[in-house]
Each structure stands twice: as structure tokens, then as C-alpha cells.
């Protein structure tokens, strides 16, 4: 019964994420969201550890101190900022890298997407925003990235749906504009 709950809830999400790409103007890449959530490393960790309320791997990474089931997901998914983190050869660390438009774009998308799905009927516009702000000080995202998503999530609780994916639309036209005349 939790695996048939888990699908549905991982579907449902998945749906309203390719919906809000759409939107943004990134649908083609919205139709591969999240599809790594099917193979059977998530997909069974997320069955196990199901509640309706939450991400499951909260619950793996509760129990084992860390979720194979994230590990894996965040290696697969750029729209995760986790994702994008490399090796500076010049301090030595592992860092966080600025992520590309389009991806932020999906990420801001995943994120509204997860609210309503884990909100339903009391999801407000500021819920998003509200999410990203209490992690904020632990978060290890590159500062341009943060500071794109949180405008993008203050927008949204400020004007809502309809500007702001108007907005991110019209930003990604632009993106892929100059992105295009880099190339020639």
C-alpha cells in the first residue's frame, strides 16, 4: 500500500513540475524531471520509508545517517543544487557552482510543484519562499543561484503565479538568446 501511495505521490509531483516548465518556457526538458525517482534505488527506499507529509529520504537519512536514495537522486538531477558542486583546484575544496538558468528555472519549478503536493488545499504563494528560508544559513549553494531562487520565490509570494512564470519565461527566452549567440 505505501509503494501504490509513494508512486502516486511521486507521479503527482512529477506532473506539475513538467505543468510549471511548461510555463516557464522549459517544458521539453520538464518532460525528463525526476525520472531517477522510478529506479529501484529510489523507488523502493521511497516505498519503505513513505509518510505523505515529507520527503522520505528525511526518514532514511533519520534512521542510517545518510539516504542512499538522495545520494543517488542528486547525482542525476540537475535541477538540485546539490548537484552542482566540483573540485576548485585553487582552494582544494569541493564548492558549489553557479548553476545554469535553465536549471534554476526547473529547480524553482520542483519546488512550487513540492509545496502544493505536500501542502494541498492550505498551499500559499509564500510557502515556497518560506521552505527555502528556514534551510538559508545551512544551505552550501552558490550565492548567485541562492540569490536567483530566492527572487524567484519573493516574486511569486509578492505577484504570484501568472508574473512569475511570465517572468522566467520571458528570462529564459533571453538565455537561450545569448546562450545561442556564444555559440556562433
Known amino acids: 500500500m505505501k509503494a ?3 508512486f502516486n505521490t511521486i507521479t503527482k509531483h512529477r506532473h506539475k513540475v513538467i505543468e510549471h516548465c511548461f510555463k516557464a518556457g522549459i517544458g521539453f526538458q520538464g518532460l525528463f524531471h525526476d525520472l531517477s525517482k522510478y529506479a529501484p534505488v529510489e523507488f523502493l527506499a521511497g516505498a519503505r520509508y513513505y509518510q505523505g507529509t515529507r520527503s522520505p529520504n528525511e526518514e532514511e537519512r533519520r534512521l542510517f545517517g545518510h539516504s542512499k536514495a538522495w545520494m543517488h537522486h542528486k547525482g542525476r538531477n540537475r535541477h538540485h543544487f546539490e548537484y552542482w558542486t566540483d573540485y576548485n583546484p585553487r582552494t582544494k575544496l569541493v564548492e558549489p557552482v553557479e548553476m545554469p538558468l535553465n536549471y534554476v528555472a526547473e529547480m524553482f519549478c520542483d519546488r512550487v510543484a513540492a509545496s502544493k503536493i505536500y501542502n494541498g488545499k492550505t498551499y500559499k504563494d509564500s510557502d515556497p519562499l518560506e521552505y527555502f528560508l528556514k534551510a538559508k544559513a545551512r544551505r552550501v549553494i552558490h550565492k548567485k543561484t541562492s540569490e536567483e ?9 509578492d505577484k504570484g503565479e501568472k508574473d512569475t512564470f511570465a517572468y522566467l519565461k520571458s528570462r529564459i527566452k533571453a538565455y537561450r538568446k ?3 549567440s556564444r555559440a556562433n
Do not use: A, G, V
Open 4 to 6: 501504490l501511495k509513494h
Open 149 to 157: 531562487l530566492e527572487n524567484l520565490l519573493t516574486m511569486l509570494r
Open 178 to 180: 545569448q546562450k545561442k
